[in-house]
């Protein structure tokens, strides 16, 4: 089987997945989320795709069933807790099991090795975090850039070697915000006009090294619920002041001077996050820069507005 999985709320603990990272083939929507319009279109047309698994916990997501209906593939919607309504992690670990227990009916497999995966995700987890912590030494690109190849592959050979390129950090130190970063063109533009990222809140990045590890005692799904749950804070989950209270607390003690956001267009709770943050950091005098993606593949207009934030640092 080959599903195409969205989002850090789509437990790798179950099974394999193929991680949606970028699509470069025809948009079949516009005036849409472009990161769920691209994913909406590789399932739709990549015929190598036999399903779909993707969160219920915006706008956007909640409506890609729609869309992807009469396509004849596997597909299922994870329904994902509001961050601190009553039951959330027994309800999230009952979504996880309806999940395990639809792939078991579709595919005609049997599912026994949840507890193994779990502390294979606790061992990359824990490298990877070993390297976030000194970023700002090391290229952000090449990191990315190794993090993405590494969940193409089965997770049994998600091996962190940690090898990535140094670099002399400046003092134009930035942090990214944003959703999954599947455009290593930006950060690699933002590292040839003189910044130096020193941390983000990135799925893929920032907010996986911050979950929990899964605990093996107890009911695996609900330990499962509960790491993913403890990751830092995405905008879906409608909490917008204890995210900028962890946010804020690293920016501050990581010395930033430039805060990027990057969302894609359409993107409204980024757009809802991005003004309450705008607020909290003109009063911190930290510079701000919104980008605004159309898709995926897009970093046309990125060069020139990441130059000129340069500039202001």
Known sequence: MRILSMSGFVPEHICDTVRFTQYTGDRNISHYCGYASDFISQVMVDDSIDGAVYPKSCDSTRI????????????????????????????FASSIRQYKEA???????????????????????NSIRKT?????????TNYLEHIHEMLKCPLVNQKWKGKIQTRIPTDKRVYIIGSFLSNTRIPLIMEEVGLTVVGD???????????????????????????????????????FQNILKADLSEIKRKLVRGVVFIMQK??????????????????LGIAALKLSLSDTEDHRKAAIALEAFADTL
């Open 64 to 91: 890609i069933t729609s869309y992807l209906g009469c396509s004849g593939k596997f597909l299922h919607q994870i329904n994902v807790p509001a961050f601190g309504a009553a039951g959330a992690e027994d309800f």
């Open 103 to 125: 792939l078991e009916e579709n595919y005609k497999i049997s599912i026994h090795d949840v507890e193994k995966r779990s502390q294979l995700i606790n061992t990359r987890n």
């Open 132 to 140: 976030y912590e000194n970023i700002s030494e090391l290229s952000y």
């Open 201 to 239: 809140t990135l799925p893929e990045s920032g907010r996986l090294v911050s979950m929990l590890p899964v605990e093996s005692t107890g009911d695996i799904y609900k330990g499962v619920a509960r790491s993913i749950l403890s990751a830092r804070l995405s905008p879906t989950q409608n909490d």
């Open 266 to 283: 359409y993107c409204e709770p980024y757009e809802y996050l991005y003004s309450t943050y705008k607020s909290e950091l003109d009063s």
